[in-house]
């Protein structure tokens, strides 16, 4: 056996601990990304793991604040402010490390600035909105959002990287039917929010929430390029472990 071979034989496996803003385990999430982590222990905590229903309800957002959208264990969903769940989420990572976990992703893509881990920590909403704006160039694009009260945020935040402006159209992935996506794709394809027929350019599904399913019902159904965040980020992840 080469001495190169005998090396990597012994090297420890490799932790990736998936971090919600919301409750883990993610079991809506970790169908589609699961088998791009080949070979890696996956842990998963939540930012809401230790909070009763009531506590989790304190934390809507007031006038003002930041919108973010997460899913609970119990299959429902939470409206949470950007700004409280903050250090929720830091004391999720801070418990993912104490568990031995070697690398970190923030299956979230909100703007949660100033996380820190003694562990490479890695954020969903920057490897995948890096990455579609790297992939669709001066194409239009359209961005679907959980809540209509974050699409002017998240519109503004796409129109600061690229340059320009984005459609942004509100679908719920927690509550909104697989039925659903498919009219979005043929509403797309007929021109609304995004020019005219066959010019919706590329789509992308803002919400780590949002499956490669519901992905897929928009392909079908319209000319343009679908992306979710969870994949973007996933196998972005896996190309540094």
């Known amino acids: 056996m080469p001495p190169e071979a ?10 990736l601990a998936l971090i919600t803003i919301g409750q883990a385990p993610r079991v809506d ?39 973010l959208v997460s899913r609970l264990r119990s299959g429902g969903h ?8 903050h250090p929720l989420i830091q004391q999720a990572v801070d418990r993912a490390v104490s ?7 923030v299956v979230c893509t909100g703007d949660i600035p100033g996380l820190s881990a003694p562990v490479p920590l890695y954020l969903a909403e920057a490897l995948a909105h890096g990455a579609v704006a790297a992939l669709i160039g001066e194409a239009p694009l359209t961005v679907v959002v959980p809540e209509p009260e974050q699409a002017g945020a998240i519109a503004a935040r796409w129109a600061r990287r ?40 590329w789509v992308f599904l803002d919400c780590i929430g949002y499956s490669e399913a519901m992905a897929a019902e928009i392909r079908a159904n319209t000319g343009a390029r679908v992306l979710t965040a969870r994949t973007l980020a996933a196998r972005l992840v896996t190309a540094a472990l």
């Open 99 to 105: 568990l031995g976990a070697t690398a970190i992703l």
């Open 78 to 85: 939470a409206v949470l402010s950007e700004e409280r769940i």
């Open 162 to 201: 690229l340059g320009r402006e984005v459609t942004t159209i509100a679908c719920d992935p927690y509550t909104e039917p697989l039925a659903r996506f498919a009219e979005l794709g043929a509403g797309l394809d007929a021109g609304l929010g995004a020019g005219a027929a066959g010019s919706a350019g």
């Open 6 to 15: 005998a090396t990597i034989k012994t090297l420890a496996p490799k932790t």
């Open 29 to 67: 999430l970790t169908p589609d990304i699961m088998p791009l982590f080949e070979g890696i222990n996956v842990i998963e905590a939540g930012a809401l793991d230790e909070l009763s229903p009531a506590e989790i309800a304190k934390l809507r957002p007031r006038a003002g604040e930041g919108v």
